[in-house]
Nanobody, 124 residues
Framework: QVQLAESGGGLVQAGNSLTLSCAASGRASNSYTVGWFRQAPGKEREFVGTIRSADESTKFADPVKGRFAISRNGNTVYLQMNSLKPEDTAVYSC???????????????????WGQGTQVTVSS
């Protein structure tokens, strides 16, 4: 069993940066593939990025590619968000699944464990 807790959300001006943390309790997070998702008001949850447990490689959705980065340190996975835009405003959630395969897990249904989410608001 893994429990996830996000932190680091807040209000930031467009163009600035913010780093979210996803802390895992229980088994070490580096044995899990971790994904980040976001949901804006009135919209469906969408994939942001993922870090693969097999080799720590990452994959991002097109809207954030080149601006966001994911890293892992022990039981915590970080989402570094740069050059933030108002359209990045959403509740960001991390999710985890015990998966060692070569495919990137980009669908929410691929994940078993979820955090409670943290609000990110980007003002123009």
């Amino acid at each position: 069993q893994v429990q996830l807790a996000e932190s680091g959300g807040g209000l930031v001006q467009a163009g600035n940066s913010l780093t979210l943390s996803c802390a895992a309790s229980g088994r070490a997070s580096n044995s899990y593939t971790v994904g980040w998702f976001r949901q804006a008001p009135g919209k469906e949850r969408e994939f942001v990025g993922t870090i693969r447990s097999a080799d720590e490689s990452t994959k991002f959705a097109d809207p954030v590619k080149g601006r966001f980065a994911i890293s892992r340190n022990g039981n915590t996975v970080y989402l570094q968000m740069n050059s933030l835009k108002p359209e990045d405003t959403a509740v960001y959630s991390c999710a985890a699944v015990r998966y060692y395969g070569a495919e990137y897990r980009i669908r929410s249904v691929d994940y078993v464990y979820w955090g409670q989410g943290t609000q990110v608001t980007v003002s123009s």
